[in-house]
């Protein structure tokens, strides 16, 4: 008798698993259960179908030689019976039964089985606030409501819209709104940054301002109260600070896994809400395994089990679950987590831990802030693309990377290959020898991932005395918090010269780079100093120079002008 296997979920990780297992078994007889009647769609993809990128909704659930991944398809193409508009209502374990429901006719049913696969996948989260059942608000969780979302704005039925939730899919949803409908739409994030739980400060801020620069409206540190509305259709937002007009809400506070299923069958939960799986993708019970938003994985930099709900690790874990199914020893081993995504003409993404999350694990953490060119510099089209390099002093293990740069290639290379980096467990001294592909049209002769490696391991061999960002944002606000503190700015004199205009030479002082050596006995022995450049390097050098000639009263500013124009500041002349 062939084996029997049924799947529940068919958007990610569930086909993935299905078609693997009758590539690997074509004699098991394998059933995928989804209660939706859409399946296998690239939901990442909803954004770029609303802002029209993609086309077509079909192009979403179509394969590279454009056939729709529908209920046919599985079954005729992939010999996977396929049932859709079908829910998964009960697990007996004892029985290795599944009850099962069609959701149009309600008739009930029930499948048996030999081994099962949980793919449920996620859900979003609805905050529990009036107004959240009001017609035009809506979650971005599946793709028949991207489709309305859109019909809506083509119909011209949206001037105004207000994402709630400053994740990506909540920016990737603004942007679109923005960028092709011409929507006016605000963004309000509770947290005091934009992807909160994905990089930190420094890197949020430069996001920030490039959406407020793309007449996209960002409110920190708001939480929404009430979405308002009038005979039954949303008219707008209150949050505890002000009132947004709204044809249109996006809520997109993020999702939580979808495993009451699991729950109501005994099965292992996190703490997370998420499946315990191990690494054969194996749940407590083991004829049932588990895949995709609804699990919980190991963290590679922290051990510790989180949930990842991206589309790319769904598929490698039904992989996974599919061999050991089929007797073929494999294993996933978890993730460190890696992101990108895009924001009208920047990218920015991360791995492993921010800062922020690293001293909250207990590391002595620190970063190196570098913005080198993306390729060299002589290069037609070099820009600039800025890193932050999280490390532990004790063990000089890199902790994470995370960055902001063009709309180009030169963010993502880096991210991935940090990403086998850290996964591996490298220190500074790897990053720093890390062997990165060169030619001119692709990256600087010393790799920006390179040097990033090279701050870090100057700052934590003691070369190197940094101020944090932050620290001197909040000095450039309030100087009476440092009254000792002046600007030690080593650009050219024409670039100095609005900064000395705004501030006074008492606050922006000024030596060339060149300089520095015939001059250094100009400099003031009663003041820090905070030695400025464009990237940083020039202010490392002056800084080892000054320390040998007895001037230690000084400390670098990592990233320099490049960091912060991006950033922005009210102090920054006009």
């Avoid at 099962?100 to 048996?112: D, K, P």
């Avoid at 809520?251 to 979808?258: E, F, Q, S, T």
């Avoid at 692709?442 to 100057?458: E, L, Q, T």
Wanted: hydrophobic share 40%; aromatic share 6%; glycine share 10%.
């Amino acid at each position: 008798m062939s084996k029997r296997i049924v799947i529940i979920g068919g958007v990610a990780a569930g086909p993935k698993a299905a078609v693997r297992l009758k590539r690997l078994m074509p004699e098991a007889d394998v059933t995928m259960v989804d209660q939706d009647s859409v399946i296998s769609y690239g939901g990442c993809g909803i954004p770029y179908y609303v802002s029209g990128d993609v086309a077509d909704e079909k192009e979403l659930r179509s394969t590279s030689f454009h056939m729709v991944r529908d209920e046919k398809f599985f079954t005729c193409a992939k010999g996977v019976k396929t049932l859709t508009s079908t829910r998964a209502v009960a697990i007996d374990r004892q029985q290795k039964i599944v009850s099962i429901e069609n959701v149009q006719t309600g008739e009930q049913s029930t499948l048996e089985y030999d081994q099962l696969m949980l793919a449920t996948g996620s859900q979003p989260f609805v905050l529990p606030i009036p107004g959240k059942e009001l017609d035009g608000v809506f979650t971005i969780s599946d793709l028949h409501k991207a489709v309305a979302i859109k019909e809506r704005i083509a119909k011209g039925q949206v001037g105004k819209a207000v994402v709630i939730g400053g994740g990506a899919i909540g920016l990737e949803m603004a942007e679109a709104l923005t960028d092709l409908w011409g929507v006016e739409t605000a963004v309000i994030e509770f947290m005091d940054q934009l992807l909160p739980k994905a990089v930190g400060t420094n890197m949020a801020a430069i996001l920030t301002k490039h959406l407020r620069d793309n007449n996209v409206e960002v409110y920190l540190g708001e939480g929404a109260e009430e979405i308002l509305g009038a005979d039954g259709k949303v008219t707008g937002v209150r949050t505890g600070n002000r009132t947004l007009e709204a044809d249109l809400v996006i809520m997109a506070a993020g999702v939580r896994p979808r495993s009451q299923l699991a729950v109501d069958a005994g099965l292992q939960v996190g703490a997370a809400g998420g499946i315990v799986v191990n690494e054969r993708m194996q749940t407590s019970d083991p004829d049932i395994y588990a895949a995709g938003d609804c699990v919980e994985i190991p963290h590679l930099v922290t051990g510790k089990r989180f949930v990842a709900p991206f589309g790319s690790l769904a598929n490698r874990e039904g992989r996974v679950a599919a061999d050991n199914m089929a007797g073929i020893p494999s294993a996933f081993k978890g993730s460190a987590g890696a992101f990108i995504m895009k924001a009208f003409e920047i990218s920015i993404g991360s791995v492993g831990l921010s800062l922020k999350e690293a001293l909250a694990e207990g590391y002595d953490a620190d970063t190196s802030l570098t913005s080198p060119s993306d390729r060299a510099h002589f290069f037609p089209g070099q820009d600039i693309i800025c890193f932050e390099l999280v490390f532990d002093r004790r063990t000089r293990r890199v902790l994470g990377l995370e960055g902001v740069g063009p709309m180009n290639d030169g963010l993502s290379a880096r991210i991935d290959a940090a990403a086998v980096a850290i996964a591996s467990g490298a220190t500074i001294d790897d990053f720093g020898n890390l062997e990165m592909a060169y030619a001119p049209p692709f990256s600087p002769a010393i790799d920006a991932i390179n040097a990033a490696g090279y701050v870090a391991d100057n700052l934590c061999d003691g070369r190197m005395r940094q101020i944090q960002m932050s620290e001197f944002y909040q000095w450039m606000q309030d100087h009476s918090s440092q009254p000792d503190w002046q600007v030690l700015d080593v650009r050219h004199p024409k670039q100095v010269a609005p900064f000395e205009e705004k501030h006074g030479k008492e606050i922006w002082g000024s030596l060339p780079y060149e300089q520095i050596r015939e001059r250094y006995k100009e400099l003031p022995d009663d003041k820090t100093l905070i030695i400025f450049c464009n990237a940083g390097s020039r202010s490392y050098e002056v800084q080892v120079f000054l320390d040998s000639v007895g001037k230690t009263n000084n400390l670098v500013l990592p990233g320099g002008f490049n960091v912060i124009r991006r950033m922005g500041a009210d102090w920054l002349p006009a």
